[in-house]
């Protein structure tokens, strides 16, 4: 009997094994040797997440605009988050209502890196790692004409986000800054190369998405280029350069592989290619023309943010993109799409 039972009991130690709790880093003590906590419902508020109530008894689980899920439970340090399962340094503690936890303010500060809000962590750690070059008022790059190479070409520039929505924050850069500021040099480079350059915004504002697209629509714009840095919610080694299309649209996969591969020539990032957008963009939906949108670089990444954060990268990649127009225009102008 006891023979028998031996494969079973083998077999329960390697589930346990296997669902062994990652660690969450505790408070550095020898920085603050005080406790530090906070209430679930302000992290929820200072993340800009959501949390409610569920899915079982004693648990609240905060989502982000993405999807993401953390789950945590009242009398129990374990934390889930989507799939993984970690430990925290002490035991959530409930409310006399029960409608909200007491949480370590470790638990808040690691969310805040893994999902990529380091400039929301608390306490010494919360500032950046990475020193960044500050950015200095935008004055246009240098143009350098191209002898009217891009003559004909009206190109919609849109710069993502921008004003109430500052878009993706790590290591100390915000993207919307990132974002205006390449698409401004950009525009500058069109232009002195003889195109035409519709602009979605040339300040800190935010032009709602259908706007957008109706600029370049009205502008009757023979591409279209919408300009964001990324971010990697789970990983701050994620890095790269990538593009993304409306599938079906073989002119537009033509212009974001040449607009991908003068990037990464341009700059030695890694290529993570081009893609055909899985989440229904509005501005690859609603567009008439040409359109893609380029991701310049991975935010979470140290090492990226610390570029995209410099006068010197965003001319580069300003540089490249326009190099990349050349190229598909002086190819492809017989069969642009409108």
């Known amino acids: 009997m006891h023979t028998k039972l031996l494969p079973l009991i083998a077999l329960a130690l390697f589930v346990v094994g296997c669902t062994t709790a990652g660690v969450i880093p505790p408070q550095d003590v020898s920085l603050d040797p005080e406790p530090r906590s906070m209430y679930l419902s302000e992290m929820a508020t200072e993340l800009g997440w959501t949390y ?3 899915p079982e008894p004693r648990q609240y689980t905060l989502k982000s605009p993405k999807g993401d899920r ?3 439970k ?8 989507n799939t993984t399962r970690w430990k925290a340094e002490r035991d959530a503690v409930e409310n006399r ?12 500060n690691w969310v805040c890196k893994r999902f990529g809000q380091h400039h929301l962590m608390r306490g010494p750690i919360r500032q950046s790692t990475v020193d960044l070059t500050p950015l200095t008022p935008d004055t246009p790059v240098s143009p350098v004409p191209v002898d009217g190479a891009l003559k004909g070409l009206v190109v919609c520039v849109d710069a993502g986000h921008g004003g109430k929505d500052p878009g993706g924050m790590a290591n100390g850069v915000v993207e919307k800054d990132i974002c205006l500021n390449v698409s401004l040099r950009l525009r500058d480079l069109l232009v002195a190369s003889g195109a035409s350059v519709i602009m979605t915004r040339t300040t800190d504002v935010y032009p709602e998405l259908e706007d957008r697209c109706s600029m370049a629509n009205r502008g009757n714009a023979d591409l279209f280029i919408s300009v964001h840095a990324n971010i990697a919610p789970n990983s701050d080694e994620v890095a790269g350069i990538e593009a993304f299309f409306k599938g079906g649209k073989s002119d537009s ?3 974001a592989r040449v607009l991908v591969e003068a990037m990464v020539g341009a700059s030695g990032a890694p290529s993570r290619g081009a893609k055909v957008d899985p989440r229904g963009l509005r501005v690859l939906e609603k567009t008439n023309m040409t359109a893609v949108l380029v991701e310049l670089g991975f935010m979470s990444n140290p090492e990226e943010a610390r570029k995209l954060g410099t006068r010197s990268y965003q001319d580069l990649m300003a540089k490249a993109l326009h190099d990349g127009v050349v190229k598909y225009w002086t190819r492809n102008r017989a069969s642009v799409s409108k």
């Open 52 to 54: 409610e109530s569920g």
């Open 253 to 255: 996969e033509r212009f």
């Open 97 to 108: 209502n029960g409608n909200d936890l007491y949480l370590p303010e470790s638990v808040f």
């Open 74 to 81: 009242g009398g129990s340090d374990l934390v889930f988050v």
């Open 70 to 72: 953390v789950t945590f």
